[in-house]
């Protein structure tokens, strides 16, 4: 009950027949425009992978997956995905996709560590996707054009959604504003990482920050990431670490902000080998992810995710997630939201 939020005289703008047709809509534009701005084809992506091969997303490298043995194979273990960052890049390969093309895909997956709240839920749902790029797009100036590329997508989204739903006003600013973790921290030395991302994005409505998983000037990191796929080491916005981030507005029922992408320039073999030593994880070259990309077999890449319910919760201007996905939420939760007018479906 600690993460959850009940703001005062919520009152949702649409009720439950025209939500649900606010997220079809909002699922059926904005996949259709992700595509169209980064030149992606949709592919089809599993629910679980084998364990033991490095392909599951290791998020933060302590939440636990899902998994079960596989009667027929020996009851070799199968893991419910985290997210699909390493299977993409192995999707590329396999696909022969040629560089400024690449794929798109709806992940489903289950975090029994999430922590439930408005925003955290046990499933997960997202758009994954993943581009082709060459070794003279590794730089800062490439990852912001893309990240411009999909708040373009955002943008004309909410322009859609207020055309269906007009009590539903347009509040994205014009421009995305971009800041290095290490210079967010300057700038409020005395706040913890999620009280900068709240007081940035209040500021400015909408921002990317760059950096995330990168060790900072007070030898902290803004936020955890996994070493062997985002790029947090190689140097990127003013000279600082990162050529990875992620992109956050402010959303006005909750009063802060939601994170409604994490995207990044992937590790090329310089940067996995330096990652994985700098995080006591230099065993995972043994793994055959690991392997591939060391062996030249997998393309340059440049991929993330963006998160479909927390996208509609923002769109529609809901309070809980579970306004917009069917999970499972506790009981004292579902009777405290009731008290405030957020019905869970």
Known sequence: MSYLITPEYYSPLLDLKQTELGIKQIKEFFQLNLSSELRLRRVTAPLFVLKGMGINDDLNGVERPVSFPIKDMGDAKAEVVHSLAKWKRMTLADYHIEPGYGIY????????????????????????????????????????EIVNRIYAAMIRTEYMVYEMYP???????????????????????????????????????????????????????????????????????????????????????????????????R?????????????????????YFHKRLMND????????????????????????????????WPEEMREECLKHNIYLI
């Not at 289950?110 to 797009?137: F, M």
């Not at 330096?274 to 043994?286: D, F, I, M, Y």
């Open 105 to 144: 895909t709806d992940m489903n997956a289950i975090r029994a560590d999430e922590e439930l709240g408005n925003l955290h839920s046990l499933y997960v749902d997202q758009w994954d996707w993943e581009r082709v790029i060459t070794a003279g797009d590794r730089h800062i100036d490439f990852l912001k």
């Open 167 to 265: 009590q539903i006003k347009p509040c994205l600013p014009e421009k995305l504003h971009f800041i290095h973790a290490e210079e967010l921290r300057q700038l409020y030395p005395n706040l913890t990482p999620k009280e900068r991302e709240h007081a940035i994005t209040k500021k400015y409505g909408a921002v990317f920050i760059v950096g995330i998983g990168c060790e900072l000037g007070d030898g902290k990191k803004h936020d955890g990431r996994a070493p062997d796929y985002d790029d947090y080491t190689t140097p990127g916005l003013n000279g600082l670490p990162g050529l990875n981030g992620d992109l956050l507005v402010w959303d006005t029922p909750l009063q802060r902000s939601i994170e409604l992408s994490s995207m990044g320039i």
């Open 267 to 287: 590790v090329d073999k310089e940067a996995l080998a330096r990652q994985l030593k700098a995080s006591g994880e230099e065993q995972r070259l043994e793994l």
């Open 297 to 328: 077999t997998l393309p340059l890449s440049i991929g993330g995710g963006i998160g479909q319910s927390r996208l509609c919760l923002f769109y529609l201007r809901k309070a809980h997630i579970g306004e917009i996905q069917a999970s499972i």
